[in-house]
């Protein structure tokens, strides 16, 4: 009776942290639709409809101007509809009859709030948490490190994961030096690490290869497995102007962190296999929350709004990215494309990332 109870309360809990992965996701792709409203407000856009999730209504409210607010069924979605955006319309607050530049901004205004809120989520992260940072925890007697010390940075670049100490020392020869700033002692200092085996890893997970290029202990079990490492992960607690420098950093940390995976994809060093769609992102998101509670929550959150701030600004077909170009081809030609032909070419390519992201959810399950 008493393992019933503890595996219903197991799957409870697993459902909760779903659910506010679920939340996590809507919230920031309201904050995207947001910033188109906004920017349509005062540039004097006639609104539709602001809708919270897709699918059946649960619920509507209608002002006196006509403007439509909803919240529907499935909570993995949302839209800003502009009165004369997919449709002729005559009136001078239709989305097509204003002039290019305005429409720009509001086409890019989602992903600006996306990348604000991104920003905001780190700096809270930062001020509640600190820096998350790699701290010594054994040392050889040959090694340049000292038990208890704090790795901010090496050879320039901030290090705030062992995948960032690996991609800075990636290639390097034994003995090769490398500089790194370290907290010893309370007090920030600069140290040269002369490397004591090379640093050519095989995978993200080559943390042996790390270790012993360092000079840090560590302990393995009967299978080979690390068990005990001499690297762990601390938060570095930083002062007011670090982290209005921090946050910008680590928000292009993050960016960058998304161009690495699109051009590993592109060189076939990835596969399609290690992406995952909309039902993935939520699971993943609730194991992470699982794991590491609100900070963890607060990182993931501010990934995933950079990541959709460089998605749907990308020019691909239904995004918004590719209405910019829409819109800058007719601001240079001084006329439209045809606008059925556009619409025909958004409906197209929304249905293929629909698709997609399906498809790519199924696979991970065969």
């Known amino acids: 009776m008493y393992n019933l109870l503890a595996t219903f309360s197991e799957v409870m809990s697993y459902i909760g942290y779903i659910l506010l992965a679920v939340l996590v996701l809507l919230l920031m792709i309201t904050v995207h639709e947001l910033g188109h409203f906004i920017a349509g407000k005062i540039l004097g856009f006639g609104i539709e409809e602001f809708s919270i999730g897709f699918g059946p ?8 101007d006509g403007e439509l607010f909803s919240v529907r069924l499935f909570p993995l979605g949302g839209y800003c509809a502009f009165l004369g955006e997919d449709k002729e319309d005559a009136s001078d607050r239709a989305f097509n009859n204003k002039p290019p530049w305005k429409r720009i901004i509001v086409l890019v205004s989602g992903v600006l709030m996306n990348y604000l809120t991104a920003l905001l989520l780190i700096a809270i992260m930062f001020t509640a948490y600190g820096q998350s940072a790699l701290v010594t925890k054994s040392v050889k007697e040959n090694s340049a490190f000292c038990s208890g010390d704090i790795v ?4 320039g670049k901030n290090v705030y ?5 690996m991609t800075v020392l990636d290639g390097k020869r034994e003995g090769d030096i490398i500089k790194c700033i370290v907290v010893r002692n309370g007090e920030k200092i600069e ?3 002369p490397l004591l085996a090379d640093a050519n890893f095989k995978n993200v997970e080559d943390i042996r290869t790390l270790l012993n290029s360092l000079g840090l202990n560590y302990a393995e079990d009967g299978n080979g497995e690390i068990i005990d490492s ?3 992960t601390t938060n570095y607690r930083l002062s007011f102007f670090e982290i209005i420098g921090k946050t910008f950093e680590y928000s292009f940390k993050l960016a960058s962190t998304i161009f690495v995976v699109v051009g590993q994809l592109f060189r076939g060093s990835l596969g399609l296999s290690s992406l995952g769609g909309t039902v993935t992102t939520v699971a993943v998101t609730a194991e992470v929350i699982r794991i590491g509670g609100l900070q963890y929550l607060l990182n993931i959150a501010a990934l995933i709004g950079v990541n959709l701030a460089l998605f749907n600004i990308l020019p691909i077909p239904a995004l918004d990215g590719a209405r910019v170009v829409f819109t800058v081809i007719e601001w240079i030609r001084g006329k439209p ?3 059925k032909a556009e619409g025909i070419i958004h409906t197209v390519g929304f249905v293929l990332i629909l698709l997609f992201a399906v498809l790519i959810d199924l696979q991970r399950c065969f």
């Open 152 to 155: 901010l940075s090496a050879e």
């Open 230 to 232: 001499g690297l762990k």
């Open 57 to 64: 209504k649960l619920f509507q409210k209608k002002k006196a």
């Open 191 to 193: 140290i040269s690490v």
């Open 337 to 339: 494309v045809n606008r």
């Open 161 to 165: 994961m062992s995948t960032d100490l």
